[in-house]
C-alpha cells in the first residue's frame, strides 16, 4: 500500500519506458488474455454493480425513477443509519489513524525490546474472523460480562451496545491499517533527515513535530480514508453489536433477507456504495499524489533508537498497554470457547468443539475446499493482471486496473447484493452452485493481490524482461522463467492473504451461500444470533487455527526446508515479503 | 553482399502521439543510418537526444513511427524483439538475479532451443572470453559492477546476434575501470568480427572504441564520419562545440582563396587556414579554436597579445584562460615542465596553431552568412 502510494509519484515523474514498447498487436496471446479478463471484469464486477443500481431504480409500479429513494429518505429513522455509518467511520478512522500511528512510531522509530512480539500481536485483527472482536468485547463488557458483572458487579450501569462498543471493537479490528501503512511510511523517510534536524540542535520533541510528521501527513490522509473505508464496510461487527445503532451495511442485509424487499436494499447498498467510493478515489486520486516519501526500494540503514530515555519508556507502556488489550480480547475468545455458558455457568467443557467438528464438521470441509480452490485462481490472475497492467501498453490499459482495483473500494454488503441479483436468473444462474462462491471470493481478493503485484514488479528494472526478450523468449516464456519468480514473494503473500480472507469472509459471501455449501463464518453467525456465544467463538478459534495452518504450509512451500540448493528465491517469509495486500475492506 | 548489416532509412520515432493525456515528443526525427559487417558504429550525443530511443527500435522495443530498419536487407520494422537477430548490453546490465552466471548466459541458448552440449560449451566460452571463468555458479548480486559488466556481455555475445547493441554499458563503472573496459569491448568485437552499435554520451569513450561516430542532438544526426573526421572536421558549430574539451569560437573574414590554403583576417591578423568548401572571399566564417590548439608564449612573441585570467596545473599539462582582446580563451600546454610557467595576472602572447583549427561557413539564425 505504501509502495502503491509512491507508485503515482514515481510515475508522475519518470513517464519513461514502464513498458514493453512491443505492442500487444504483435503478441496474439497477451491479447487473448486481455480480452478474456476484460470481459470477466466486466462480468463479475461492473455487471453485478450495474445491477444493484438498477433494481435501486425499479419503483414498485414497474418504472423507473428515484422513488425507492424517495421513500426511503422520506422516514428520518430511514436516514439514520446513513448518518450512524459515518459518525461511526469518522471515529474510527480518527483513534484508530492515532493508535496505529503511535505504534508505528514506537515500533520503527525506538529501539524497544520485544518489539517483534508487538508486531505480530499488532497483526492479530488481520487475520481473524470479523466477529471475534464483537464476541470477545460481550464477553467482557456484555449484560453477562465478565467486566461488567462478574467484576464491578453491575454497578455501573454500562451499555456496550451501540456506538461506544462498536468504536471500541472496530478500532482495534482496523487500527492495524494504519499500523501498516504508516510504518511503511516512516520506514521510507530517510533517518538521515531527521538526523540532520537533530545535529541542527533539535530537541525529540522538535524533530517530531517539524520533520517526522509533516513528511507522514500524505500517509496519515491516507491511513484515515483507508479505515474510514474499512470501517463503513464492516458487517461481521455491528450485526453482533450495533444494538439500535442502525448502520447501512447490517440494514441492508436485513432488508432483503428479512423484509424481501430487494428494491429498497439496493438502495441502501448505493447509498452506502456512495462514501465508500468518494473516499477510495480522494485516497488514490488526490492523497496519493501529494506523498513526500519516495520509495527507492533501497531502505537507507535502518538506524533507530537514539531516544531520550522518557521517550523508550513511553514508548514501551504503549506498546505494552496496546498489545495487552489486544491479547486480552483474543484470550476471552479462546478462554470462553471452552465455557459451558459464559456468564452464567464459567464450568470447562469441550462441547463447543464437540459441536464444531461433529455437527458442523460439513461448514469446515466446504469452507476449506471452496477457499483451496479460489485461492491460487486468485493468486495467479492477479499477478498476470499485474504484468499486464505494469509492462503492456494497450487500449484501456487504466480502465482495466480501474476496474480490477474496484471490488477493494466496493464494501462486501454491496458485492453480495449484486451477486444475487445479478446471477439469480438466466443466462447466468449461478446461486447456489460453488461457482458463485469461488467466483466471488476471486473477484473480492484479487485487488490486494494485484496491487502487491504491481509494487514488486515495479520494484524490477523493465530491462531484465527486455534482455529476456532479446535473448530469443516470448513474452509467456519471459513471464513464467524471468517475471514470475521474481515477484514469487509477492505472489505467496497474496496467496496467504486471500485464503485468510475466504476463510474469514462473510459481508457479501452472507448472501451467496446455499444449503448445498456451507461456510463456517456463516455458521458463527448463526451461533451468534442464538446468542451462543461460547459457540461462536469455538468457531472463530477453529478459524484462526486453519488461517494459521495455511499461513504455515505456505511458509513451508515456499522456504522448502528440505530442498537446500542455491535457487530458493524468496529471501522473505510470506507475510514480511509484502505487507502491503493484508489492507482491506471484510 | 550488396546490403547492408543494418540499415536505418529516414526512422522516426514520436512518443506519446497516442496516448491523448501528453504532448508527443518526437524522440527521433528522421535518422537514416548504414552500417557494414564488422563495424563498430557509436551513437553520440547531450542526455535526450534519442540514441537510447534509435538503439532500442533496432532491438524492437520500440516501433518506429515512420521509416524502417532493415537487418542484412530485411525489414525488420514488424519482426518482435524475441525473434529479431539482435542481442543487447543494458546500461542497468539487467542481468537475470534469480540465475546463476551461468545460467544468465545459457539463457539465450536455452531459448534457441540448443542440446545442453553445447549451450555447456558455448557458454563457457563466452564466458572465457570475458575473463569470468570459473564464476558460473555464483549469483550475479554477489559481483562486482565490473564483473557484472562482463557477464551482461558475455550474455549478449555468446548468441552470436547479427548486430550488438549497447546502450552507455559502462556509464555506472568507475573511471579507471570503464577505460579497461573500453578497450576489451573493442579487442572482443574486431576478434568476433562483430557488426555493433554503440550509444554513449562520452565522447573520449567514442572516439577511442569507434569506427564510426554519429553525433546526435534533438534526435537528428548533426555529422556521421570517423572519429577524426568529427573530432577535427566538424561540419557545424553544434558538433564543433560538443566534441573537445573546451571549444573558443573566434570571428574572421576570408581574405583570399590561395590553392589548398585561405587566408583569414582574426581580430588584427591574417592567418593562413586549410581551405575548406563553401566559402569564398570575403565570406564571414568562424574558427574552431580547441584549446590544444592554443600556445602560450612569452610576451611580445605570438600573433595576439594576452593576459593570463586563471592557470590550473595537472601534472602532465597546464591549463590556462587566457583573455584575447576581450575573448576568454582556453590553453592547454602539454608537459609544463619543459616550458615557460606563467602565473595569474601576466601579459603573454597567443599563437594559434593554424593546422589544428578548422574553419566553419559563419551561421547566423539557421542562414549562412553572406
Ligand atoms: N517511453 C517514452 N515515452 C515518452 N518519451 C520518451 C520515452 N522514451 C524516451 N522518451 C523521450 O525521448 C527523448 C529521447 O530519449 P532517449 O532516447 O532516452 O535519449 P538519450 O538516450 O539520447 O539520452 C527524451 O526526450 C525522452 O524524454
Ligand atoms: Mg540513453
Redesign the pocket.
Known amino acids: 500500500m505504501v509502495r502503491f502510494l509512491a507508485r503515482f509519484e514515481a510515475e508522475l515523474k519518470r ?4 513498458r514493453q ?1 512491443s505492442t500487444v498487436m504483435q503478441e496474439p496471446l497477451v491479447m487473448l488474455v486481455i480480452v478474456a479478463i476484460a470481459i470477466s471484469l466486466l462480468l463479475f464486477v461492473i455487471y453485478p454493480l450495474y445491477s444493484v443500481l438498477k433494481t435501486s431504480l425499479m419503483q414498485s409500479d414497474g418504472s423507473i425513477g428515484l422513488g425507492v429513494y424517495r421513500g426511503l429518505l422520506a422516514k428520518s429513522y430511514n436516514r439514520r443509519p446513513l448518518a450512524n455509518s459515518v459518525r461511526l467511520g469518522a471515529i474510527v478512522a480518527v483513534v484508530g489513524t492515532v493508535i496505529g500511528f503511535i505504534f508505528a512510531y514506537c515500533t520503527t522509530r525506538v529501539s524497544l525490546p520485544f518489539s517483534g512480539f508487538f508486531k505480530v500481536v499488532a497483526m492479530f485483527p488481520m487475520i481473524s474472523p470479523p466477529f471475534i472482536m464483537s464476541l470477545a468485547t460481550i464477553m467482557l463488557f456484555g449484560n453477562n460480562g465478565l467486566i461488567t458483572k462478574q467484576l464491578l458487579r453491575g454497578m455501573v450501569n454500562f451499555r456496550i451496545y451501540g456506538l461506544r462498543g462498536l468504536a471500541l471493537v472496530e478500532t482495534l479490528a482496523y487500527f492495524p491499517t494504519a499500523y501498516l501503512v504508516l510504518s511503511g511510511v516512516l520506514q521510507a523517510i530517510d533517518p538521515s533527515i531527521e538526523d540532520a534536524a537533530r545535529d541542527l540542535g533539535a530537541s525529540w520533541w522538535q524533530v517530531f513535530r517539524t520533520v517526522t510528521l509533516p513528511l507522514a501527513i500524505p500517509g496519515i490522509a491516507s491511513a484515515l480514508l483507508l479505515i474510514f473505508i474499512e470501517s463503513l464496510a464492516d458487517f461481521g461487527n455491528p450485526i453482533v453489536l450495533s444494538g439500535d445503532y442502525q448502520v447501512l451495511a447490517v440494514q441492508a442485509y436485513l432488508r432483503i433477507t428479512g423484509l424481501y424487499d430487494l428494491s429498497g436494499g439496493a438502495a441502501l447498498a448505493v447509498i452506502l456504495l456512495v462514501p465508500s467510493l468518494i473516499a477510495f478515489f480522494v485516497q488514490k486520486y488526490w492523497v496519493s499524489r501529494k506523498s513526500y516519501v519516495t520509495v527507492t526500494g533501497k531502505p537507507s540503514g535502518q538506524r533507530v533508537g537514539r531516544n531520550e530515555p522518557w521517550v523508550r519508556t513511553a514508548a514501551f507502556v504503549i506498546c505494552l498497554i496496546l498489545t495487552g488489550v489486544i491479547l486480552l480480547f483474543y484470550g476471552t475468545a479462546f478462554v470462553g470457547s471452552f465455557m459451558t455458558l459464559w456468564g452464567v455457568n464459567y464450568d470447562f467443557t469441550l462441547a463447543n468443539y464437540h459441536h464444531v467438528f461433529q455437527v458442523a464438521g460439513e461448514y469446515i470441509k466446504d469452507t476449506l475446499f471452496l477457499s483451496t480452490v479460489a485461492t491460487p485462481i486468485t493468486g495467479i490472475l492477479a499477478m498476470i493482471i499485474a504484468f499486464i497492467v505494469v509492462r503492456k501498453e494497450f487500449f484501456g490499459r487504466q480502465a482495466l486496473e480501474l476496474t480490477s482495483m474496484l471490488s477493494f473500494a466496493v464494501p462486501g454488503t454491496v458485492v453480495g447484493i449484486g451477486y444475487i441479483l445479478a446471477f439469480n436468473q438466466p443466462p447466468i444462474l449461478l446461486t447456489g452452485t460453488a461457482a458463485i462462491i469461488i467466483i466471488l471470493f476471486v473477484f473480492r481478493n484479487m485487488p490486494t493481490g494485484i496491487q502487491s503485484g504491481i509494487a514488486a514488479l515495479q520494484q524490477i528494472d523493465p530491462s531484465i524482461e527486455e534482455a529476456s526478450c532479446d535473448l530469443g523468449a516470448d513474452s509467456g516464456t519471459t513471464f513464467r522463467k524471468i517475471t514470475l519468480p521474481l515477484i514469487a514473494p509477492a505472489f505467496f503473500s497474496g496467496l496467504v492473504f486471500s485464503f485468510v480472507r475466504c476463510v474469514t469472509a462473510i459481508s457479501a459471501i452472507v448472501f451467496v451461500v446455499s444449503g448445498r455449501w456451507k461456510l463456517i463464518t456463516v455458521a458463527v453467525l448463526g451461533s451468534v444470533e442464538n446468542s451462543d456465544l461460547a459457540q461462536a467463538a469455538a468457531f472463530c478459534v477453529v478459524i484462526i487455527a486453519m488461517v494459521l495452518s495455511a499461513i504455515g504450509i505456505i511458509n513451508l512451500l515456499v522456504y522448502q526446508p528440505w530442498k537446500r540448493g542455491p535457487h530458493r528465491a524468496p529471501k522473505e517469509s510470506v507475510i514480511s515479503g509484502g505487507t502491503e495486500p493484508w489492507i482491506g475492506t471484510a | 553482399m550488396d546490403w547492408y548489416s543494418v540499415e536505418l532509412i529516414d526512422v522516426v ?1 514520436i ?2 502521439h497516442r496516448d491523448t493525456d ?1 504532448d508527443p ?1 518526437v ?2 526525427d528522421g535518422i537514416s543510418l548504414r552500417l557494414i559487417q564488422g563495424e563498430l558504429l557509436t ?1 553520440l ?12 527500435m533496432v532491438g524492437g522495443f ?1 516501433t518506429p513511427t515512420a521509416g524502417r530498419i532493415l537487418l542484412d536487407g530485411k525489414v525488420i520494422n514488424d519482426v518482435p524483439p524475441h525473434r529479431r537477430d539482435t542481442a543487447m548490453v543494458f546500461q542497468s546490465y539487467a542481468l537475470f538475479p534469480h540465475l546463476t552466471v551461468f545460467e544468465n548466459v545459457a539463457y539465450g541458448l536455452r531459448m534457441r532451443k540448443m542440446d545442453i552440449g553445447s549451450i555447456t560449451a558455448k557458454a563457457r566460452h563466452a564466458l572465457s572470453l570475458v575473463g569470468l571463468e570459473g564464476m558460473e555458479e555464483r549469483q550475479p548480486g554477489s559481483l562486482s559492477g565490473g564483473q557484472q559488466q562482463r557477464v551482461a556481455l558475455a550474455r549478449a555475445l555468446v548468441v552470436e546476434p547479427k548486430v550488438l547493441l549497447l ?2 554499458p559502462l556509464s555506472n563503472l568507475d573511471a579507471r575501470l570503464r577505460a579497461q573496459m573500453r578497450i576489451e569491448i573493442r579487442k572482443i568485437q574486431q576478434a568476433l568480427n562483430m557488426t555493433s552499435m554503440y ?1 554513449t ?1 562520452d565522447q573520449e569513450e567514442a572516439m577511442s572504441l569507434s569506427d564510426r561516430i554519429a553525433v ?1 542532438n534533438h ?1 537528428r544526426i548533426e555529422q556521421i564520419g570517423t572519429p577524426q573526421d568529427v573530432y577535427a572536421r566538424p561540419a557545424n558549430r553544434f558538433v564543433a562545440d560538443f566534441m573537445g574539451k573546451k571549444t573558443t569560437f573566434l570571428d574572421g573574414t576570408v581574405m583570399t582563396l590561395d590553392g589548398n590554403l585561405m587566408h583569414v583576417k582574426v581580430m588584427d591578423a591574417v592567418l593562413p587556414f586549410e581551405r575548406v568548401s563553401d566559402v569564398t572571399t570575403g565570406d564571414e566564417v568562424e574558427l574552431v579554436v580547441r584549446s590544444e590548439a592554443v600556445d602560450i608564449v612569452p610576451p611580445g612573441k605570438g600573433t595576439f597579445p594576452g593576459r593570463i585570467i586563471h592557470a590550473a596545473y595537472f601534472g602532465s599539462q597546464v591549463s590556462y584562460e587566457v583573455d584575447l582582446l576581450g575573448t576568454s580563451i582556453t590553453a592547454e600546454i602539454p608537459n609544463p615542465q619543459e616550458r615557460d610557467m606563467f602565473m595569474r595576472g601576466s601579459e603573454v602572447g597567443i599563437e594559434l596553431k593554424t593546422r589544428s583549427i578548422h574553419v566553419l561557413p559563419k551561421v547566423i539564425d539557421g542562414q549562412v552568412a553572406e
Open positions: 513517464p519513461l519506458r514502464r514498447g | 520515432k512518443f506519446g501528453r515528443i524522440a527521433v551513437l550525443g547531450p542526455s535526450g537526444c534519442g540514441k537510447t530511443t534509435t538503439l532500442r520500440e546502450d552507455e550509444v554520451h546526435m534526435g
